[in-house]
C-alpha cells in the first residue's frame, strides 16, 4: 500500500464517520453507533473502500487509550469512596450476573466447555462484555429526566462506575488466564502487584500534578504532561505486568480526575478524541466486523445475546437492591439505569479480538446490543418514574 494512500483512508473515515454519528444523533442513538455503521460501509462488507491497515490498527489502539483514559478523568474519586458498600454490592451483581448468564448463553449454543478450555475462556469472554455499563448514556438519560441528583440517581451513577473498574479487572484476569504460558497464581499476583503500584506511584504523580496545576492552571503543558502519564502507565501495565494497557490507561484518568484542573485536561484530550482517534477507532470496529460467517445460529445467538444482557443487570442490579432496602420501584429503576452499553463494551470486544476470544462476526452482537440499550434504557426510565409522578411519589 502506498503510503500516500493512508491519507485518503482518513479523510474517507473521517467524512463519514461525522457524517453518521450526526445522523445517529437524530435518531436519539449514540453517536458512536454512527461511526461503526461508517465503518461498516466504507469496510469490506459494503463498498469495500478500505480495508483494516496496520496503520489504522495502531491508530484505533492509541484511540482506545484515549478513550479510556477520558473514562477515568469522568470518575468522581470523592463519589466513589461516600457511597460505600451499597453501590459496591450494586456493582458486583451487576458484574457477576451478566459474567455468568453470558458464559451459560454461550455455552448453550456452542456446547458445554470444560474448565481451561479454549471454549471455555470465549465462553467467559462474552460474559465479561456483558458486564459493562455505560456511564455517559446513563448520566445523559438521568440529567434529562431531572433524577441524577436523586438518591436512585446517585446509586446508579456511582454503582456504573465500580462496575467498569470491577469489568476493567475481570478483562484484565480473563485475558491473562488465555496465555497458555501463564500461570493463574502469577496473573493473580501482577494483577495485585500493578494496582499497588498504581496506588503508590499514582499519589506520587498526583502531588507532582497538583504542583504543576497551581503553578500553571490553564495551561496546555498540564494535559500533555496527563496524556505523557496516560501512555506512559499503559505502556508499564502491558510490558511489565501483563495487564491490557487499557487498563493503566483507565487508572492514569483515575489519578488525576480530582485535579481542580480536571475538565481542562478532559476537554483538551477529547478534543483530538472526538476530531481523530475516537472516529478512527469506531469505524475500525466496522472495518473489521464481517458477515461472511453469518448464519442463523449467528443470527439467533445475536438476537438472545441482547436479551440476556438486558435481562441480567435488571435481574443482578434489582435484586441486590431490593435487599439494600430499596423498594420495588426505585430497585427496578437501578436495573434498568444499569444496562447501558456503551464504548466500555467495544473496548472490551476489541481487546478479545486481538487475543483471539472474539471472532469479527460477534461484533455485530455487541453493536445490537449498544444500540438497543441506548434506546430503550431512556424510554423505560421515563415510564418509571413518570408511574411515580402518577402516584405523587417524590424523589430525593
Not at 207 to 231: E, M, Q, S
Request: hydrophobic share 55%; proline share 3%; net charge positive.
Amino acid at each position: 500500500m502506498e503510503s500516500y494512500e493512508i491519507l485518503r483512508d482518513l479523510a474517507i473515515i473521517l467524512l463519514f464517520a461525522k457524517c453518521f454519528g450526526i445522523l445517529a444523533r437524530k435518531f436519539k442513538a449514540p453517536q458512536v453507533v454512527g461511526q461503526i455503521i461508517a465503518g461498516l460501509l466504507v469496510g469490506p462488507c459494503v463498498f469495500g473502500w478500505i480495508t483494516q491497515t496496520e496503520f489504522i490498527t495502531q491508530m484505533a489502539e492509541v484511540g482506545v487509550i484515549i478513550l479510556m483514559f477520558s473514562v477515568g478523568l469522568e470518575s468522581d474519586l470523592k463519589e466513589l469512596i461516600k457511597t460505600g458498600p451499597i453501590a459496591l454490592l450494586i456493582a458486583c451483581a451487576g458484574v457477576f450476573t451478566p459474567l455468568v448468564l453470558g458464559a451459560l448463553l454461550y455455552m448453550g449454543f456452542y456446547g458445554i466447555a470444560p474448565w481451561g478450555s479454549e471454549n471455555f475462556y470465549k465462553a467467559v469472554f462474552i460474559g465479561t462484555i456483558m458486564t459493562a455499563t455505560s456511564v455517559s448514556i446513563t448520566v445523559a438519560s438521568l440529567q434529562e429526566l431531572g433524577k441524577i441528583k436523586s438518591k436512585v440517581g446517585t446509586t446508579i451513577v456511582s454503582a456504573a462506575i465500580i462496575d467498569d473498574v470491577i469489568g476493567i479487572i475481570v478483562l484484565t484476569f480473563v485475558i491473562g488466564f488465555k496465555n497458555p504460558d501463564s500461570n493463574p497464581v502469577m496473573v493473580i499476583v501482577k494483577t495485585i502487584a500493578f494496582f499497588a503500584v498504581a496506588i503508590v506511584g499514582g499519589f506520587l504523580f498526583y502531588k507532582i500534578f497538583l504542583t504543576l496545576d497551581n503553578r500553571y492552571p490553564h495551561t496546555r503543558r498540564v494535559p500533555i504532561i496527563g496524556v505523557a502519564f496516560c501512555f506512559a502507565l499503559s505502556y508499564i501495565a502491558e510490558r511489565y505486568f501483563g495487564i491490557a494497557d487499557i487498563t493503566g490507561a483507565y487508572v492514569a484518568g483515575v489519578i488525576l480526575c480530582s485535579l481542580s484542573d480536571n475538565e481542562y485536561i478532559k476537554r483538551k484530550v477529547d478534543v483530538s478524541s472526538y476530531m481523530f482517534f475516537g472516529p478512527v477507532f469506531f469505524a475500525s470496529i466496522g472495518l473489521k466486523t464481517t458477515f461472511n460467517s453469518m448464519n442463523s445460529k449467528l443470527i439467533a445467538f445475536c438476537i438472545c445475546f441482547v436479551i440476556v444482557a438486558l435481562v441480567a443487570k435488571i435481574i443482578g442490579c434489582g435484586l441486590v437492591s431490593r435487599l439494600c432496602k430499596y423498594n420495588l420501584g426505585d430497585s427496578l429503576k437501578i436495573g434498568v439505569g444499569m444496562m447501558t452499553r456503551g464504548e466500555v463494551a467495544l473496548i472490551v470486544a476489541q481487546k478479545g479480538l486481538a487475543a483471539g476470544l472474539l471472532t469479527a462476526d460477534y461484533f455485530t452482537a455487541v453493536i445490537l446490543l449498544i444500540l438497543v440499550s441506548s434506546i430503550a434504557t431512556p424510554i423505560i426510565l421515563k415510564l418509571l418514574y413518570a408511574q411515580d409522578e402518577k402516584k405523587g411519589i417524590v424523589h430525593v
